[in-house]
């Protein structure tokens, strides 16, 4: 069994917030390390860097605290970061984009379920419901199992 976080995930697995138990809960279903791609080093130290230049000082302090926690995680190997099955991904993503009849999620919506596909994840998680239809058409199990 393969886990797959999307940011949003990922980030309530970092960032202390009331959602932060049961998303280790979930994650915890699977064995350290947790395999995560540059797509998710990139979301989330994009968005602690631009946390840390809040203009209010809880904001900064959350980011600083975060990003810490993040470092710390990735020293103890909890997570470690590999290179991605981009190109698989991307090829999925473009192909389920053109299949879209109603609404088109956003992009990261359709190319995170992609990755965990081609890098042959068994479990997608994620609070994200847009995140989670796709994925859930692609056959992934979904955690938690219920929002």
Do not use: N
């Given at each position: 069994m393969t886990p797959y976080f999307d940011l949003?995930?990922?980030l309530t697995l970092v960032?202390?917030?009331?959602?932060r138990g049961t998303a280790w809960q979930a994650a915890s279903r699977f064995n350290p390390p947790y395999r995560l791609n540059f797509l998710h080093?990139?979301?989330?130290e994009n968005g602690l860097a631009r946390q840390l230049l809040s203009p209010k000082s809880e904001a900064r302090e959350i980011g600083a605290q975060a990003l810490r926690q993040w470092n710390q995680y990735l020293d103890e190997g909890v997570f470690v970061v590999t290179s991605g099955e981009w190109d698989t991904a991307f090829r999925l993503a473009i192909g389920w984009n053109r299949n879209f009849t109603r609404t088109v999620p956003l992009p990261t919506?359709?190319?995170h379920p992609a990755l965990a596909l081609?890098?042959?994840a068994t479990h997608f998680l994620s609070f994200q419901p847009e995140n989670r239809q796709v994925a859930r058409a692609t056959g992934l199990r979904l955690?938690?199992?219920?929002?």
């Open positions: 949003g995930f990922l960032v202390k917030s009331p959602g080093q990139f979301h989330l919506f359709i190319l081609a890098e042959a955690l938690p199992e219920r929002l």
